[in-house]
Antibody
Framework: EVQLLESGGALVQPGGSLRLSCAASGFTFSTYAMSWVRQAPGKGLEWVSAISSGGKPFYADSVKGRFTISRDNSKNTLILQMSSLRTEDTAIYYC??????????????WGQGTTVTVSS | SYDLTQPPSVSVSPGQTARITCSGNALPKKYAHWYQQKSGQAPVLVIYEDNKRPSGIPERFSGSSSGTMATLTISGARVEDEGDYYCFSADSSGNRYWLFGGGTRLTVL
């Protein structure tokens, strides 16, 4: 069974940093593109970042220059390094898998999310 | 910046057909995908590449796209179909980013 388990969410002060992880299982992680999607409290979904199976990253304008996506294929883990955090980054962060190597389709499997709260 | 526009809410009675639209200038060139999200749960893909249904998704869910509008249709809507629905697509300008529509709350009662 394909599973994605996010971790690392926490309460952090504005300007701080946080590292989110997504542990993947049940599929050959290295051969699939992956992404992060977030949802602010009471709001809609927002695509944040994605990475191809080969490691090419893509970012939403709202996080470009502050967030870094990466993957550790040896550990089947997707990572989102977040810095210069703002109150508007407060959200549930979902890890999601693409059905192929490229970031060109719909994400077909999602994790249950991890909560990031940015507040003083 | 590019936007995908959805109606905030759609309401139907059980057994009726629900149609949720998604409007975007890049849709003639880019696929539309649809997600269902029930309260407190992660999103679930219900339609991909305009009109394809993932395995396990009931046949009452269908999708279409024409010009700048994509449509998710739920034929014979059930109470359990209530939730938020989001379209998802890509920008076509070469900037390589993806986005969701604002979401549509479907009420079946």
């Amino acid at each position: 069974e394909v599973q994605l388990l996010e971790s690392g969410g926490a309460l952090v002060q504005p300007g701080g940093s946080l590292r989110l992880s997504c542990a993947a299982s049940g599929f050959t992680f290295s051969t699939y593109a992956m992404s992060w999607v977030r949802q602010a409290p009471g709001k809609g979904l927002e695509w944040v970042s994605a990475i191809s199976s080969g490691g090419k990253p893509f970012y939403a304008d709202s996080v470009k220059g502050r967030f870094t996506i990466s993957r550790d294929n040896s550990k089947n883990t997707l990572i989102l390094q977040m810095s210069s955090l703002r109150t508007e980054d407060t959200a549930i962060y979902y890890c999601a898998k693409y059905p192929d190597i490229a970031v060109d389709d719909a994400m077909d499997v999602w994790g249950q999310g991890t909560t990031v709260t940015v507040s003083s | 910046s590019y936007d995908l526009t959805q109606p905030p809410s759609v309401s139907v009675s059980p057994g009726q057909t629900a149609r949720i639209t998604c409007s975007g200038n890049a849709l003639p060139k880019k696929y539309a995908h649809w997600y269902q999200q029930k309260s407190g749960q992660a999103p679930v893909l219900v339609i991909y590449e305009d009109n394809k249904r993932p395995s396990g998704i009931p046949e009452r869910f269908s999708g279409s796209s024409s010009g700048t509008m994509a449509t998710l249709t739920i034929s014979g809507a059930r109470v359990e179909d209530e939730g938020d629905y989001y379209c998802f697509s890509a920008d076509s300008s070469g900037n390589r980013y993806w986005l969701f529509g604002g979401g549509t709350r479907l009420t079946v009662l």
